[in-house]
């Protein structure tokens, strides 16, 4: 009878061959489970490792007859004991918290070689008690930090582990990134053709299988630069990984080459036993040019973020007491005056002081039309001047620039990871130490089966190197810097990754009617009024009220002021009413614009107003309603045209079976009117913000995917609160803030193309790991039996990575 006591774990279940313990140490931990059942894998004794992690519950399949039962209880309590004692001397669990303000810390990350990289270097970062949220991409080689703790210590915990980040925060710094990644595959490029120049011969002596001394002694000089200087970074990462008890692709690559190059030395001296010198030097030369064709493959498919980053020049023409200097674009500060001569690329966003030019704006808003720029117009660093010279004062620098923005945002979308992924990446943190575990296994089964020695130890090394974590690692994420480089290319900045997933599940869009599905080019067409006021003066009342407003219809009625050329007067007092209207105060007069219910509200009758109000609806147009010391006092009739686009939009969603409404705050006969042009039949008119958010709720609440169109303030709450929020890029800053994606210059043509593109990327990753999952699964097996030759296993693992980059690359088509 067992008389042993556990004291970390309780049995609550046992069989023959099977056991249930549950254990404090592991639950809700699952980097301490993936510990715990790596160790317990490395017994040949325990056949199947099962965990809930909510739980801390372990099932354990075992042979008693190599392992008995009593050993397994003590080997299990040991095991667990050291893990909680490892656990509360170096990172013991604790709940973090964030009193303080949080920063995110955007990071490039050098030397990373597969997949298992980016999840060590997230592993440790996340242990950190000053980290919310930690995520390294190795797609794009970039990190991203949010918490509390500076640059610098991430920068530490990252070169402890062996890898080397830099800056990311303007354009010149992504420039010299992308400077340094030309040099990083030229070399990578040096590497393989020597490599393949000293391996080749040795390749060739080795299949003739000579018997001269001096051919022997000839392949081990060959052999020994290429493992020694080609392969030096494979052994300097898996002796850094080593330190760490931790292992990846490099771990694989260095273990196989290092036992058949150490297994050839003594065979060698001896004169006697299988060398495998030309194995070790084909691995090396396979797995540099896997590397190599890896670097850039995913060089092409960061193409969308190099082709941004080189809109901005390198340097500015600064005036400084009329003296014009040459400076670097880093150098420049706000409120300097810069000069743009005909034909350059304008340094940074300002506004034009003097002069008078075109502007092209296409690579950045994807207007095809130049833009007239005078003085007071507001220009955007990156686009390129016209036939006039400009001297503009900058306003914004750095990373506060629209193209810096743009570049952040598509950067973002790249590197995030998408639920998909997460399952990845549990499988890829146990893969490397499960292969090496079943690599050990193989040569031990030849062994035991009666094989040679050197047949059992090619078969374990075959094992090592057909595996392929890198291939899974990159599934996901090339498929998604691909497609958000190609939604950026298309006008489409996504700024969420993860809606670049849920786009292809959307079966509801809502859409907001002014400046959306209009163009937002609103223009007054009538004024009815029962005031006794002269036309004029309550054209200018109205407008230099609204001229403190951002909604499309205000900015209409002050354009109408400025066409009767009326000098606007100085608003004493303004307050609005988000989705409603206005309430200002003007030369002493208490003002009230918006529509028929915010009127009502205030106690204002709008009896005589209402016949004219409802012909300018049924016409089309949106009446605004006015009203001056509490008395009803006129309606604007306002006409928005319906986007050229948006027939073709809404026709088009309705065929891939989504189902489109208009949600506005306008009037039911104006917005009956618009939807009937453009095909909406469902309308949901004089709906306030809070209306809009809980259509959005109520349809998800049904089980719905649901995407929000809008441009304004009152779209917002709709917005975020939407499965993918689309801003129109014309619209208001807190609507794009708001959103998950932003359609440039208003094309709502554009969110088919994102929901076209997001079914494409998914189906794009789907393929990916099914390929990454299928060849794993394949040669894994087949190198266990005997049937690959290492040369060959080499080859394979290193194409395998190169072809989930190239499938990923068919997105730009």
């Known amino acids: 009878m067992d008389t042993h006591t556990p004291t970390h774990y309780t049995l609550v279940h046992q069989l023959s061959r099977r056991i249930r313990i549950i254990s404090p140490v592991l639950k809700n931990d699952a980097e301490r489970s993936t510990i715990f059942e790596i160790i317990l894998k490395k017994r040949p004794e325990i056949k199947k490792v099962r965990s809930v992690l909510a739980l801390g519950c372990v099932i354990i399949e075992f042979d008693p007859a190599g392992l008995p039962k009593k050993n397994l209880f003590i080997l299990l309590d040991a095991v667990l004991g050291n893990i909680a004692q490892r656990q509360s001397s170096s990172h013991a669990p604790h709940k973090k918290v964030f009193d303080g303000a949080l920063q995110e810390i955007d990071l490039a990350v050098e030397g990373m070689s597969c997949a298992s990289c980016a999840l060590l270097i997230e592993m440790v970062l996340k242990r950190d008690e000053r980290v919310k949220h930690a995520s390294v991409n190795f797609g794009t080689s970039t990190l991203t930090v949010h918490g509390q703790l500076s640059k610098a210590d991430v920068d530490e915990k990252v070169a402890g582990l062996g890898y080397k980040t830099y800056a990311m925060d303007t354009l010149s710094q992504r420039r010299n990134l992308i400077d340094k990644e030309h040099l990083r595959i030229a070399e990578a490029k040096r590497r393989f053709i020597w490599s393949s120049v000293l391996s080749f011969p040795v390749v060739a002596v080795g299949m003739a299988m000579p018997t001269t001394r001096w051919l022997h002694w000839m392949q081990f000089a060959l052999t020994t630069p290429v493992v020694f200087w080609a392969g030096r970074s494979f052994f300097i990462k898996a002796w850094r990984l080593a330190k760490q008890r931790t292992a990846n692709m490099d771990s694989l690559i260095a273990l196989g080459v290092g036992s058949a190059y150490g297994y050839s030395l003594p065979s060698l001296l001896r004169r006697s036993g299988h060398l495998y010198f030309e194995a070790a030097a084909a691995i090396i030369s396979f797995v540099l040019l896997g590397r190599f064709l890896e670097e850039r493959a995913k060089g092409k498919a960061g193409e969308a973020i190099r082709q941004l980053v080189d809109l901005q020049p390198q340097t500015a023409t600064r005036i400084t007491d009329d003296i014009e200097t040459i400076v670097a674009i880093d150098d420049i500060i706000i409120d300097d005056i810069l000069l743009v ?460 990575s190169v072809s989930v980059i190239v499938n990923s690359l068919r997105l730009n088509k």
């Open 341 to 800: 001569r005909p034909g350059e690329k304008i340094p940074t966003d300002g506004v034009v002081i003097q002069g008078l030019s075109t502007v092209d704006e296409s690579m950045v808003t994807g207007e095809s039309v130049p833009v007239i720029k005078d003085i007071g117009n507001k220009v955007i660093g990156g686009c390129v001047n016209g036939s006039g010279v400009l001297r503009i004062r900058a306003t914004a620098v750095g990373m506060d620039t629209v193209l810096a923005g743009i570049v952040h945002m598509v950067d973002q979308a790249q590197s995030t990871k998408l639920p998909i992924q997460k399952q990845v990446d549990k499988i890829s943190a146990v893969f490397v130490p499960s292969v090496m575990v079943l690599s050990a296994l193989t040569m031990g089964g030849w062994l035991l089966a009666g094989a040679s020695f050197s047949f059992a130890f090619g078969n374990a090394i075959t094992v090592l190197l057909i595996a392929c974590p890198c291939a899974l690692g990159l599934a996901t994420p090339a498929a998604i810097m691909v497609g958000a480089g190609q939604a950026a290319r298309e006008g489409i900045y996504i700024r969420n990754g993860e809606s670049l997933e849920t786009a292809a599940k959307l079966n509801v869009i809502v859409f907001d009617k002014t400046g959306t599905i209009t163009e937002g080019k609103p223009k007054v067409t009538d004024l009815v009024k029962l005031s006794r006021l002269s036309e004029d003066k309550i054209i200018l009342l109205a407008a230099s009220a609204e001229h403190n407003s951002e909604h499309f219809l205000g900015k209409a009625i002050v354009a109408y002021a400025r066409e009767h050329s009326l000098e606007l007067q100085e608003c004493s007092y303004f307050q609005s009413a988000t989705g409603r209207g206005i309430e200002a105060e003007v030369d002493g007069k208490k003002l009230l614009l918006g529509n028929h219910d915010w009127l009502v509200d205030q106690g204002v009758a709008t009896d005589g107003l209402l016949a004219a109000a409802s012909q300018f609806a049924e016409q089309g147009k949106t009446p605004v309603f006015m009203a001056i010391n509490g008395k009803a006092a006129a309606v604007f009739g306002i006409a928005d045209k319906a986007r050229p686009q948006a027939i073709h939009a809404i026709r088009h969603l309705q065929k891939l079976g989504i189902e489109t409404l208009m949600v506005t705050g306008d009037t039911a006969k104006t917005a009956h009117y618009i939807a009937a042009k453009v095909g909406i039949e469902t309308v949901i008119a004089n709906a306030k913000p809070d209306e809009k958010l809980a259509i959005i709720r109520q349809f998800q609440a049904e089980g719905k995917n649901v995407g929000m169109i809008g441009d304004g303030i009152n779209d917002a709450p709709a917005l975020a609160a939407a499965n993918v929020g689309f801003a129109i890029g014309t619209g208001t800053d807190i609507a794009i803030e708001s959103a998950d994606m932003t359609l440039v210059q208003g094309d709502i043509s554009r969110v088919t193309s994102a929901i076209q593109l997001s079914t494409d990327t998914i189906r794009i990753i789907k393929q990916n790991l099914f390929w990454a999952f299928a060849y794993n699964v394949v040669a894994i097996p087949v190198a266990s039996l005997g049937k690959l030759n290492p040369m060959i296993a080499s080859g394979a693992m290193a194409l395998s």
